[in-house]
């Protein structure tokens, strides 16, 4: 079974300007998470789908983050404009459903580096 | 809102020891679900073993065992017989069974000198 897959693997940019973030999560999983993990640091849930409809995204910084999940598959996460402080590895996980005990699979995330 | 906290943000273990790395976690909900996650350098998320909050007996998976204290809300891993393989950074985590949110705690970076 194919896993998660992400890309990019690697994206450098300058403060301001705008990035978007690719997520393939893996066949027939309801729920998608987005984390942003800073160096060193425990990764912070940004944003959680089930399906297309967001379940959980009280930490995502709205103006200037936002992420969508067409037609319950793929999902994006964009950044406009983008901040020193964004410069973090940015991790994308699904589970077959969010309820009880699923399994969440990990990709192998995108670095941002923000100069 | 649930948390998590790991307090140990460095552990060494010499090869074949035994190492206990600790989490404590906060939550008011009845059904949910405790792991340990695995990073590392290459930064695939790995499942090392879970634990189910109903369940009473203690996961184990091979060398990984937790100690799981339910009153004290007390979640630790302890790895036996240590190898280099293990050396990576481990993540506490937090599943809800009712909303499906998973949160991690800050981690703790296990080295193992051989």
């Known amino acids: 079974e194919a896993g998660v897959a992400q890309s990019p693997r690697y994206k450098i940019i300058e403060k301001r300007q705008s990035v978007a973030f690719w997520c393939n999560p893996i066949?027939?999983?309801?729920?998608l998470y987005w984390y942003q993990q800073i160096l060193g640091q425990g990764p912070k849930l940004l944003i959680q789908?089930?399906?297309?409809?967001?379940?959980?995204d009280s930490q995502l910084p709205k103006d200037r983050f936002s992420a969508e999940r067409l037609k319950g598959v793929d999902s994006t996460l964009k950044i406009q404009p983008a901040k020193l402080e964004d410069s973090a590895v940015y991790l994308c996980?699904?589970?077959?459903?969010?309820?009880?005990?699923?399994?969440?699979?990990f990709g192998q995330g995108t670095r941002l580096t923000v100069v | 809102a649930q948390t998590v906290t790991q307090s140990q943000p460095e552990m060494s273990v010499q090869e074949a020891e035994t190492v206990t790395l600790s989490c404590t976690y906060d939550?008011?909900?009845?059904?949910?679900?405790l792991f340990w996650y695995k990073q590392p350098p290459s930064r695939q998320m790995i499942l090392v073993i879970r634990?189910?909050?109903?369940?009473?007996q203690n996961a184990t998976e091979n060398r990984f065992s937790v100690n799981f204290q339910k009153a004290a809300k007390s979640f630790s891993l302890k790895i036996s017989d240590s190898q280099l393989g293990d050396a990576a950074m481990y993540f506490c985590?937090?599943?809800?069974?009712?909303?499906?949110?998973?949160?991690f705690g800050q981690g703790t970076t296990l080295q193992v000198k051989p």
């Open positions: 939550t008011s909900e009845s059904d949910y679900y």
């Open positions: 985590a937090y599943h809800s069974g009712n909303t499906g949110k998973l949160i």
């Open positions: 789908f089930q399906n297309n409809g967001v379940v959980d």
């Open positions: 066949s027939g999983h309801a729920t």
């Open positions: 634990q189910e909050a109903y369940k009473q």
């Open positions: 996980a699904s589970s077959l459903d969010g309820g009880g005990y699923t399994e969440a699979f």
